[in-house]
C-alpha cells in the first residue's frame, strides 16, 4: 500500500515539474518570399535590384528610396497574452562571398528605426560566406538580444542587415521565415493546477497511507 501511494506521490511531483518546464512550441511562422513574381515581396522600385525570385542586399543604398534593406514581420495573430521565448530566423541567400572581406550580419531592429547589438556577436549573426545558395538559421531569445521584450510587446520583428566589410558588398537574398515560439494563452475558462498544488496534493496523500498503516493501541 504505501509503496503504491509513494509511486503515486512521485507521479504527482513529476507532473508538477512538468507543468512548470514544459517546452516552447512553434507559436506562428511569418514567411516573406522576395522578387518581383506575384505573391513575392519586391521590397525595392529600382528593377536592378529585384529578379523574379530575389532582391539583391547592398551595404549602401544603391537601390533607391534613401535606406538599406528593411522588412518587417508581423505576428500579430498569436493571442496578446502568450509568452514569446524564442525567434528563429530563417533566410535562404547566396553571393555572400563576392568580396574576401565581406562580412554580412543579421541585425533585427523595432520597426525598422532602433536596431539591436546583436550583429556584433559574429558567433551567432554572421551569414555563412558562400557563392551557392544557402539556408541558415539563427535563434534570438531574451538573453541574447537587447530588444527582445519590445518585439515581442510590438508583435513585429524587423529585420536589418549589417555588413562589417570594406567597400560596396551585395547579396541576393531569396526568402526569410520568422518562426515564433513560447507558451500558448490559457484557453478560455480551463484551469491549470500550479505546480506547488500538485506537489501538495502528492504529499498529501503520501501522508494519509502513512495514517492508515499506523498500528491501532
Sequence with gaps: MIKNLMKTAALVLAMSAGVAQADPVE????????????GNSRIYTANTCVTANS???????????GQRFYDAFSFSSIDADAEVSMFKLTLTFSATNTNILEDWRVRPSINGTVSSNYYQNKTKAALTRSAGTVEQDFFFTAADLDIFSTIVTNQSFALWFAEQGIGTNFFNLYSATLSVYGTPAPAANATVPEPATLALAGLALLGLG???RRPAR
Excluded: F
Design 27 to 38: 507559436l506562428t511562422t511569418v514567411t516573406h518570399n522576395y522578387g518581383s513574381a506575384v
Design 210 to 212: 502513512l495514517s492508515r
Design 55 to 65: 532582391v539583391t542586399v547592398y551595404d549602401n543604398t544603391n537601390c533607391g528610396g
